[in-house]
């Protein structure tokens, strides 16, 4: 605030800082209230809004602030997940004693950087064509596979959210206008994954022998498109998350709704892919031989084999527990193989029937689909105890999504809970598409006297998503609501009320040690003798 003596012995008023429109008044983003009658050529007060406030009082500020941070996070976050990713495809060009060009080897680390995005990898046929006596069935066969680790998935997000905070922090304003702000973060990040995509151009020497085919180089290409719109999906996520959780002085009851509804869907789906996680971990004290046999295929060809496909199996664990949770919540693992309008489908894993492997006696030829879903034994009853899994998992969420909320009615909690266990529903149908594998086979010709035209026959392995999210939306509703209730209401208050979500801030931006409101200043003494530079003469204004 500044204050300057009149010039001229005009009035002095004492107003209270503006609110609403304004913002908050800093000093140090050049905000002042000039106390000085007169100043303006009237008896007024006038009030010069902060930098950052201005802004936010046009559409074109709010479409431009806060640029800086936004690349500077989406930079951050492609170095942290490129560097993983090459890190992982180094140790396995070491562990396999690959004696691969420099070139070749931060390309396999690309791809696996895109691959946390589940952008799609294909593979064509030669310009050439290829040659021998097999050649003519893949004369114009290609293939892409679309597969996403999700632990590098979960990792980029994690930092797209960090990045929408720094950029609501920066943008200010209400937690709603933050988490519009934080999806800024998405669109520099799309692009520097384009840059990364058009990288991932090259050629791959197949040798010869195979098929009756002679060696030739074949295109492999990353998709382009996916590039850009799969991360432009994942950080406008992210960065709305963090954008949402950043700015909490200004909460209506909206916002407090929806941050509570998105909380206790992030609460439960992590609760949820945990407790999976340990149910894997049961599951493998329960059967030592198959676990055995999984850690002397990892490290029996040495320690630095060894070494890369731990890092390989952690950045695929996440798929390992939604490839679990999807079953335990009562749906399955799915496997469907579509060609020229005709789809087969399987239920490989669930409650009913497990696809061991003496039911898939025809893995050679069609895998699954020559197995009826049937045949395939029930799984053990004891297995019904991986119920709890979603159970505890939305039940902890509605809990912590009512806390959030701060209803006053105990109806009022249980709405907020199964509210989060609608955005669980989501959560799982995107987590069940990422944990996926898809194989897509392009060119396949037609089966039968002049059949179809060539067409993609398109296989896709991994947990059921609609029926997945289904169950995901009953646990989530039901279960959260139940939390919601055992949360029952928050009573709040007046001074509680008044105080700011985060208690007042310091100038750094921090929350401050003393939450308290802040004292007034105390009326002038009237016993005082009246200082004469400023004492105001008698008006009909002042009266």
Known sequence: MSEREPSGGGDVQLDPPPTGAFGSLDPADGGTIDLTAGATGSS???????????RQRSLMGLLTVAWGPAWRWALISAGVALGLAEVVAWLGALAGASYASVATKLRAGGVLFLWFHDVGLSVSAPSGGFSGPGAAILQSVG???WVAFLLGTLLVLWLLAMGGRRVAREAGGPGWLGALHGTKVALPYALVCVVVALLEQFSVVLPGGGLGLRAAAVPVAASIPAAFLF?????AVGGFVGGLFENRDDDGEATRIVRGAVGGARAMLGFALALSFLGLLILALVHPDLTRRYTDGMFGGGAYRGIALLGINLLWLPNMTAWFLVPAMGSCVTANLSYGGSVYSSCIVSYGHVATPAALRGVETLGPFATNPAQAPPAPAADLAFLAIPLVA???????????????????AAGSGALAGVVFAAAVAVTSVLASVVLQIHGVRGVGGGGRPAGTATLWVGPAVGAGALFALAWG???????????????VSAEDAWRPAQGDRTESGQPSESSEPPELPEPPDAAQAPIEPWEAPESPENG
Not at 44 to 52: H, I, M, W
């Open 231 to 235: 991360p432009l999906g994942l950080g």
């Open 477 to 491: 509703v039901l279960g959260g609501a139940l939390g919601g209730l055992l949360a029952g209401p928050v009573k």
């Open 44 to 54: 007024g007060v006038l009030v010069t809004a902060s930098r950052s406030s201005r």
């Open 143 to 145: 293939a892409t596979v």
């Open 394 to 412: 939305v039940v902890l969420g509605g809990w912590l999504a009512a806390r959030r909320t701060a209803p006053a009615t105990r109806a009022g």
